[in-house]
C-alpha cells in the first residue's frame, strides 16, 4: 500500500533531511521509499515542503504530493500560515511538533534542546519529528537507527539517535 507523507517545516529544521532519513528506514524494512524536497532560495525560516512516499510495491509517481495519508508539521507556526486542508487527503492524518495540535502530537522541540540539538538558537527537530513520523508509518526503530547512523557519525549520530528513539516512545494521539 502507498503511504503519501508531506513535511512542512522551516528552513533550518531539517525537514528534507528527516524525510531522507524516512526513505532509508523504509527501504531497511523492505520497503520501497523516495523523498522529494521542495524548496525555492535556501534560507533559514522559510517554508520547506518535503515529500515521502513509502509501498510495499515499486512507487512510479515521480511528482509533488497534492494530497497526503500524512502531512507531519515540524512547528506550531506554520498552522498560521498553511491550511492544512489543501495539503492533507479525506481520512489523512496530521502530526503536529506541539503539545495540542493534530492527530498526533510530540514536543520534538523540548527533545532537541535537552539533547542540545540547537544551532543560531533554533531546535534542530528532524530526528525527533522523524521517530515520531516512523512509528506512525510503521518504520522500525532498528531501521530508523540504522539510518540515522548512516547519516550522521560519532557523537551526532549517537545524539539523533536518542532523539528519535525518545520521540518514537513518546508520540501520542492528540486530545482535540
Not at 528534507?16 to 532519513?21: F, G, K, L, P, Q
Request: net charge neutral; hydrophobic share 45%.
Amino acid at each position: 500500500m502507498l503511504k503519501e507523507i508531506t513535511i512542512l517545516s522551516f528552513g533550518g529544521q531539517g525537514g528534507v533531511t528527516a524525510a531522507r532519513i524516512l526513505a532509508l528506514a523504509a527501504v531497511k524494512d523492505d520497503k520501497f521509499a523516495q523523498a522529494i524536497p521542495q524548496f525555492g532560495a535556501e534560507r533559514r525560516g522559510s517554508l520547506v515542503k518535503s515529500y515521502l512516499r513509502i509501498s510495499d510495491k515499486e512507487i512510479r509517481r515521480h511528482s509533488s504530493i497534492r494530497e497526503a495519508d500524512v502531512v507531519s508539521v515540524f512547528a506550531e507556526k506554520i498552522l498560521k500560515i498553511v491550511n492544512l486542508e489543501d495539503y492533507l487527503k479525506d481520512g489523512g492524518i496530521t502530526l503536529v511538533n506541539s503539545e495540542i495540535g493534530g492527530d498526533y502530537c510530540i514536543n520534538a522541540s523540548k527533545i532537541a534542546i535537552e539533547l542540545n540539538l540547537v544551532s543560531a538558537g533554533w531546535p534542530i527537530v528532524n530526528t525527533a519529528m522523524a521517530g515520531a513520523m516512523a512509528k506512525i508509518l510503521d518504520i522500525s526503530l532498528d531501521s530508523l537507527i540504522k539510518a540515522i547512523n548512516e547519516t550522521f557519525h560519532d557523537k551526532l549520530a549517537e545524539i539523533n539517535s536518542e532523539a528519535a528513539k525518545k520521540a518514537y516512545t513518546e508520540v501520542h494521539k492528540c486530545n482535540q
